[in-house]
């Protein structure tokens, strides 16, 4: 399966605690993107990696969130004193191209939902 | 004012039905128009691409961008069971690294 793959799927923790999730790209895909999708919601966009460089923060990205793309290759979302309100599916994609129908045509990942008690 | 609207659903139709789902943006800048599928608990997938205005159609999915009016719309023909489903729809303006998504339609298709 070459598709866009998450680990881990699902993760329990408890309030306060730091997590790491890690997304593995589309090989040949250059770009890459974090979401978060809350139940009921549409994924809404938190940063943005073209290869290695990290182009694009949201606001919704609070000191308490860090992410790292090394070599251009996977990813790591890193939640640091986590809340409850941060529970919620962290989502990855990625995609290829510098514009046009390649560029804007972005491939899923399966999603690493989070919850925190 | 959310940059995209979209209608939660639940929208529940007969097998066969021709399914109608709509979203409306206020952004006039956005040029690039998508429509992604998500099953219970999975990614998203990506089911239409349209740039700009106009019309595109693919086996039974047909997507319409009428950027006048700030509305697109994605049809659904002889709707089947397995198209149910959560329908988002995205977008994005030229160059930019942002985009910008409905908050889904919940389509439930009865046998």
């Known amino acids: 399966d070459t598709g866009v793959s998450q680990d881990p799927r699902h993760k329990i923790t408890k309030r306060g605690q730091n997590v790491t999730f890690r997304c593995d790209p589309i090989s040949e895909h250059n770009r890459l993107y974090w979401y978060r999708q809350t139940l009921g919601q549409g994924p809404e966009f938190l940063t943005y990696?073209?290869?290695?460089?990290?182009?694009?923060k949201s606001r919704l990205l609070s000191d308490r969130f860090s992410a790292e793309r090394p070599k251009g290759s996977f990813s790591t979302l890193e939640i640091q004193r986590t809340e409850q309100g941060d529970s919620a599916m962290y989502l990855c994609a990625s995609s290829t191209g510098t514009s046009g129908p390649s560029y804007n045509e972005q491939f899923f990942g399966p999603g690493t939902r989070l919850t925190v008690l | 004012q959310k940059e995209v609207e979209q209608d939660p659903g639940p929208l529940s139709v007969p097998e066969g039905a021709i399914v109608s789902l709509n979203c409306t943006y206020s952004?006039?800048?956005?040029?690039?128009f998508m429509w992604y599928r998500q099953y219970s608990r999975k990614g998203p997938e990506l089911l239409m691409y349209?740039?700009?205005?106009g019309n595109k159609e693919d086996g039974r999915f047909t997507a319409q961008v009428d950027k006048s009016s700030k509305y697109i719309s994605l049809f659904i023909r002889d709707s089947q069971p397995s198209d149910s489903a959560t329908y988002l729809c995205?977008?994005?303006?030229?160059?930019?690294?942002?985009?910008?998504f409905g908050s889904g339609t919940k389509l439930n298709v009865k046998p």
């Open positions: 995205a977008m994005n303006r030229y160059n930019f690294n942002k985009f910008y």
């Open positions: 952004n006039s800048a956005f040029q690039y």
């Open positions: 349209t740039y700009s205005s």
């Open positions: 990696f073209q290869n290695e460089a990290q182009l694009e």
